[in-house]
T-cell receptor
Framework: AQSVAQPEDQVNVAEGNPLTVKCTYS??????LFWYVQYPNRGLQFLLK??????LVKGSYGFEAEFNKSQTSFHLKKPSALVSDSALYFC??????????????FGKGTKLSVKP | DAGVIQSPRHEVTEMGQEVTLRCKPI?????LFWYRQTMMRGLELLIY????????DSGMPEDRFSAKMPNASFSTLKIQPSEPRDSAVYFC???????????FGSGTRLTVV
């Protein structure tokens, strides 16, 4: 069965410092991997995805993520955090060989707090 | 594009009442998903449709929940009768075949008292 783990409920970072939000996954085949961000009282917004190709994926708002197959990880990173990055971040996975297009599995989310 | 549109944004209802949540997907998107978000359980997939046909409803918690998609531009999620434990934020999302990222609506915050 597919699963996603976000081991940290909350990550605290000072503005200007680099940030990392961790994600590990489990699928039977090769994965499609995603990061979404949720601001208060809003829906989830797509940040970036890994489908194939370069293991380092660049997305919106200066975020990037690195696919590491051996560690089954897809950590989200940003070189310099902004206070406006404070939000809830979700990692999601889908099995590349899944029987249907749908059914992204989401992690429980990590709350990122960036302090001035 | 107006995005995925959900209504109402907030709903407060009494236990035992029927609740209907509505969703208009993005035009041309042939997949539609209903998710529920709570603090305890995170994001849960309830049901999804492809070309208006329900594909997987294994996430629907009980018979009190039902979802329909009468046409490509409209879907409803109904709870009858509602219970306090149904209180959550319900999200609708859509995407077209051949892509992999969903577009989410802003959600409906349901409170059952």
């Amino acid at each position: 069965a597919q699963s996603v783990a976000q081991p940290e409920d909350q990550v605290n970072v000072a503005e200007g410092n680099p940030l990392t939000v961790k994600c590990t996954y489990s699928v039977s085949g090769n994965p499609y991997l995603f990061w979404y961000v949720q601001y208060p009282n809003r829906g989830l917004q797509f940040l970036l995805k890994y489908i194939t190709g370069d293991n380092l994926v660049k997305g919106s708002y200066g975020f990037e993520a690195e696919f590491n197959k051996s560690q089954t990880s897809f950590h989200l990173k940003k070189p310099s955090a902004l206070v406006s990055d404070s939000a809830l971040y979700f990692c999601a996975v889908r099995d590349r060989y899944g029987g249907s297009q749908g059914n992204l599995i989401f992690g429980k989310g990590t709350k990122l707090s960036v302090k001035p | 594009d107006a995005g995925v549109i959900q209504s109402p944004r907030h709903e407060v209802t009494e236990m035992g009442q029927e609740v209907t949540l509505r969703c208009k997907p993005i035009s041309g998107h042939d997949y539609l998903f209903w998710y529920r978000q709570t603090m305890m359980r995170g994001l849960e997939l309830l049901i999804y449709f492809n070309n208006n046909v329900p594909i997987d409803d294994s996430g629907m918690p009980e018979d009190r929940f039902s979802a329909k998609m009468p046409n490509a531009s409209f879907s409803t999620l109904k709870i009858q009768p509602s219970e306090p434990r149904d209180s959550a934020v319900y999200f609708c999302a859509s995407n077209p075949t051949g892509t992999y990222g969903y577009t989410f609506g802003s959600g409906t915050r349901l409170t059952v008292v």
